[in-house]
């Protein structure tokens, strides 16, 4: 499975942004898709999962209430609609996927970091 990320850019604080995934394989009910970012001198964070098959969204707490993760089923694509931009929501944004997973283990991959397939990802800066 290869994935791109599009969409990122610089936005003042206070904007929204989407972020999109396109993905080369179609979505089914068995996979666990996630939006994870890293800012310069951090590790990696969680931000949005899912697992398609249990339609169960989890959100880290810092973006819960501000983002929304999106995807249309049977396609290729999944969305992370950013609002409320905050500058400490800076960072590479990358979408991730597992292609079998259920929804326990989704839910563990998801706050472990744990996917078979990422992206190189795409730049968000809010100043």
């Known amino acids: 499975v290869q994935l791109v990320e599009s969409g990122g850019g610089s936005v003042q604080t206070g904007a929204s942004l989407k972020v999109t995934c396109t993905s080369s394989a179609y979505t089914y009910t068995y996979n666990c898709l996630g939006w994870f970012r890293q800012a310069p001198g951090k590790e990696r964070e969680e931000v949005a999962g899912i697992y398609i098959g249990g339609g169960n969204i989890y959100y880290s707490d810092s973006v819960k209430g501000r983002f929304t993760l999106s995807y249309v089923s049977g396609e290729n694509t999944m969305s992370l609609n950013m609002n409320e931009l905050k500058p400490e929501d800076s960072g590479t944004y990358y979408c991730?996927?597992?292609?079998?997973?259920?929804?326990?283990?989704?839910?563990?991959?998801?706050?472990?970091?744990?996917?078979?397939?990422w992206g190189k990802g795409t730049q968000v800066t809010v100043s």
């Open positions: 991730a996927w597992t292609t079998r997973s259920s929804g326990a283990d989704c839910y563990g991959r998801f706050r472990r970091r744990n996917f078979d397939y």
